[in-house]
């Protein structure tokens, strides 16, 4: 049986069911949501991701936002950002479709490899990661209020 679930560019009326997805996963692991800081690249989308050349998608299910992916390249490299989908369509294959999508779009950009940072504790995305090529590569310090810490990850090639 297909998945009903349909990846789809980021348009405009897309944009509170996004926010309600990484809302969601941040409450969900106990993170401080930060409107004006940590998170304001998700209430202008446009200005951030498409509007410096980046891409953005949303998986939706019967209109519905149920997750979501953003990418941007600089160079030679892309970086994978906001990869996040509720925890009731976990499991069903919905993440490794984000995350395939936002690779093609990498290798569609002429990049040769992808980075993406992920806080520690969201140990399914870092499996996901590792299960689609990507290894571990670093650790830094999140610029959130937290100052919480993330692995890195990178695919090379891309």
């Known amino acids: 049986m297909a ?4 990846i789809e560019p980021f348009e405009p009326t897309m944009q509170d069911g996004v926010i309600a997805v990484v ?9 401080t949501w930060e409107s004006a800081g940590y998170h304001r690249d998700l209430y202008d989308i446009h200005a951030a ?9 949303a998986a939706r299910e019967t209109g519905r936002v149920v997750g979501c992916v953003g ?7 892309a970086e994978l950002h906001r990869l996040y ?8 294959g919905i993440g490794g479709r984000l995350l395939d999508t936002a690779i093609e779009w990498g290798r569609g950009r002429g990049c ?4 993406a940072w992920s806080d520690v504790r969201l140990g399914l995305a870092h499996r996901l990661y590792l299960s689609r090529g990507f290894v571990l590569h670093g650790l830094r ?6 100052r919480s ?3 890195g990850f990178l695919m090379e090639p891309l």
Not at 112 to 115: L, W
């Open 112 to 115: 040769r490899r992808m980075i």
């Open 141 to 146: 310090e999140c610029a959130d209020l937290e």
């Open 71 to 77: 990418a941007t390249a600089h160079g030679a490299e």
């Open 149 to 151: 810490m993330e692995h």
């Open 49 to 57: 991701y498409l509007g410096t050349g980046g891409m953005f998608w």
């Open 85 to 92: 989908i509720y925890r009731s369509v976990r499991g069903r």
């Open 3 to 6: 998945d009903p679930c349909e």
């Open 23 to 31: 809302r969601a996963v941040h409450d969900e692991y106990g993170f």
